[in-house]
């Protein structure tokens, strides 16, 4: 069974910084894309960033670049947000995403295989 589990959200003042965590089980990590979305209510989950699990190669909504990284630890099977110069229009819960296909993450919520329950990040301004 394939479980994944968010951690490290929490309310910040504007400007500052959160680590999110995403620690997986039940898949075979390494061979697994992770992405990172985020909700608020009444809207659908945004993609935020996403890494290839071959390549390591990054990618980032515009409204985050330069802000945050995504990062992982296949020796942890554990996947990484960095975020930095917080913003209040960052508040949104947070999801982690794993799926074999980087593209599927990069097309949106829709097709992905698995999901975190999500952790909440509150930005005050």
């Known amino acids: 069974q394939v479980k994944l589990v968010e951690s490290g959200g929490g309310l910040v003042q504007a400007g500052g910084s959160l680590r999110l965590s995403c620690a997986a089980s039940?898949?075979?990590?390494?061979?697994?894309?992770m992405g990172w979305f985020r909700r608020t209510p009444g809207k659908e989950r945004d993609f935020v960033a996403a890494?290839?699990?071959?390549?390591?190669?990054?990618y980032y909504a515009d409204s985050v670049k330069g802000r945050f990284t995504i990062s992982r630890d296949n020796t942890k099977d554990t996947v990484y947000l960095q975020m930095n110069s917080l913003k209040p229009e960052d508040t949104a819960l947070y999801y982690c995403?794993?799926?074999?296909?980087?593209?599927?993450?990069?097309?949106?919520?829709?097709?992905?295989?698995?999901w975190g329950q999500g952790t909440q990040v509150t930005v005050s301004s």
């Open positions: 039940g898949l075979t990590f390494e061979r697994t894309s």
């Open positions: 995403a794993a799926d074999q296909f980087i593209k599927t993450i990069l097309g949106g919520p829709a097709e992905i295989d698995y």
């Open positions: 890494i290839h699990w071959s390549s390591g190669t990054t």
